[in-house]
């Protein structure tokens, strides 16, 4: 399930965890404990990638962007980043901060549309 994670990524994924930003905390706050019907990690490992949050059942990602993600050297690796956790069959949706703190309920939706149970 961790799809071939370091022990260094391990470590490193603890710490997000502990300093994760506001948007990331206010929606994991939204979606933790089977809120939306289906279980999420947060900052889950996925080869050399850490995931924001992860729902291994439906093999969906979420990720949560700061404003330097319109970095054009940022939206180049997560743009590489995303094709390659899509090799493992895993779909990849990216919401921004502003999104999430200010409409928290479109982002929820939009959640709910990509929750799909993969009977694999």
Known sequence: MYYNASLAMHENAKVL????T??????WQRIRKEKLGVKFRRQHMID???ADFYCHECKLVIEVDGGYHNNPEQIEYDANRTFEIEEYGIKVIRFTNEEVISNIGWVLQEIKKNI???PN
Request: hydrophobic content about 40%; charged content about 45%; proline content about 0%.
């Open 22 to 27: 506001e948007a990331e905390d206010r929606l």
């Open 48 to 50: 050399k990638y850490i």
């Open 17 to 20: 965890r502990k300093n994760m």
């Open 116 to 118: 799909v149970i993969n």
